[in-house]
C-alpha cells in the first residue's frame, strides 16, 4: 500500500505562511488540495519540489519579508533541483499581481487569494510546458460555497464563514486584497462544522474580517442568515450531536468528540451589540473571549480612520459583557502613528488602555499602504516617534497583562493541549478557552506531551508572567 503510494507521488511541498488566520486557512485548503493530488509535505524547504509563499501584506514590513524570503530561493533553488516550481500567493500577489514576476525569474506562478482552488489547474499548466502563469482574478460570483479543508489528525480548523471586507477602514489594504464581502450560507457552514466534527475536529475558529457583517450578502436578518443565527444554530448542531452520540468515535487518548470550542474572529466594535453580548452569556460552547479591535482610543483618529464609535459605547459595552460573563478575555489591536495622531490622541489610547484592561493586545506601528484612502494624509509621523509610542503603550499594557495572569495563578483551567511545549519538551502546551498560553508539566502521568495533542485536560496553573501561564497536569 505504502509503495503505491510512493510511487503516485508526484513530489514534496512547503508552504511558507505569512500574516493572519486568513491566510493559514488558505494554506490549509493548499495544503489538502496539494494531497489529494498525490503531494507530499516536505519537512523543509530546501526538500521540496515546489514551494509557495502565501504572502501578507498588511503592513509594508510583512509585504518586504515574503518578497525577500521569496528572493532566497532565486540563485541556487532551481540548481539544487531543477523539478522545483515556485509560486507567490497571497495578498501580495494579489496586490502586486504581474509586478511580482518582475527580478523574479525563478518564480513559476502568482495566484491571488481569490484563485486557491485553482492551484491543481495551475501545477497542471506548469507540467504540461506553461511558463510565468498568473491566476489574480476575483470571483465574480455572489456565491461564496466551500467546504473546509482539514489535514489527518488534526484537532482545530479555521472555517472561512465569510471573505472580503467591504469596511474600507482607510488605512487598511484587506479591501483590496480579498475583494468584496460575501457570506457563505448558514446551512452550509453547519453541515461543513458537522462533518468536521466527525474527522475528530475539536475547537472551530470562524473567520470573517468583520463576522457582525455575516449574511449581509445572502440578505440578512430578513432570511434568518446572521451571525449571532450561525452561532446558535452551530451550539445547536454540536449539543444534538453529543446527545446522540454521533460525533467521531475515536476520542482516542482522551480526545473529546465533537465541536467543544467555538471561537471567532475579527469582530467590529460598531457592531458588536446586545445581541452578541447574549450569545457570549447563554451559548456554553461559544469561548469566554473576545477580540474587538479599537485601533485607538482617540474619536478625531477613530473618524479619520472611518473606524468611529463612541469610546463610551465601546466601554459600557465591554463592561455589560464581562458583568454577564464574569472572567470572559478581552483583546484588541492597536495601531500607533497614524497620520493624524497627535499627542494627545495618543495620551487618548493610553487611557482607553488603562480603563479597560485587556487581557492582551497586538499594537502595531502605522504603514501606509497603496491605494488606501489615508495614503493622502502622508505619513507624517517618523519612524522613531512610532517606536517611541509604541514602546510606551507595549510598557503600560505589559504591567496590566502580567498583573491580570498572577491573578490566574491557583485557578484550575481546562487546556487544549497542542502538544510539546516549542522550548522544552518535558512540558506540554495549549491554550485555555480565553485564549491565554499555558505550558504545563505533566507529573504524576505516564502520558509524554507529544501524545497530548487535541486532548481538553485541568490544568492547575502555578506561575504566570506577561505573555504566558505555567501549570501541572491536575489529576482528580
Ligand atoms: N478585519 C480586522 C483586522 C484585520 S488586519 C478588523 O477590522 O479588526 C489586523 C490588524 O492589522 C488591524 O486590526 C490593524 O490594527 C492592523 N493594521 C491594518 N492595516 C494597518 C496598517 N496600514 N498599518 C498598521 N497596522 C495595520
Ligand atoms: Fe481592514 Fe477595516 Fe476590513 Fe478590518 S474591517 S479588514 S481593518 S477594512
Ligand atoms: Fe491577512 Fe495580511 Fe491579507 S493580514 S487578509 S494576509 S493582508
Redesign the pocket.
Known sequence: MENTLAQDTKGKYFIKTFG?QMNMHDTDRMASLLVTEGYNPAEQIEDADLVIFNSCS??DKSEQKAYSSMGLLKKDGKKKNPNLKIGFAGCVAQQDKKEVFQGAPHLDFVMGTDSIDQLPEILYRLNHGEEKIMQVGFDPSNDYSIETKVLPGKSTAFVNIMKG?D?F?T????PFTRGREKSRRLEEIVQDVKRLALLGIVEITLLG??VNSYGKSLGGKKVGQTFPALLIALQKMADEMEANGTTHPRGEGGRPKGIQRIRYT???PKDFDEEMIDCHANLNRLVPHLHL?V?SGSPTVLKKMKRYVPIELYKARLAELRRRVPGIAITT???VGFPTETEEDFEQTLDLVKQVEFDSL?A??????PG?A?LSLGDPILDQEKKRRHAILSEVQAEIQARKNTEQVGKVEEVLCEGESKTNANLATGRTAGWRIVNFSLEGSDLKPSQLEGRILPVKITDANTYALKGELSLL
Do not use: G
Not at 502595531?364 to 499602504?369: E, K, Q, T, V
Open positions: 493572519c498588511i503592513r471586507c469596511n477602514c488605512y487598511c489594504i484587506v474580517q468583520n475579527t469582530s467590529h479591535p485601533q489591536d492597536l495601531i497586538y502595531y506601528m502605522y504603514s501606509a499602504r488606501t489615508a
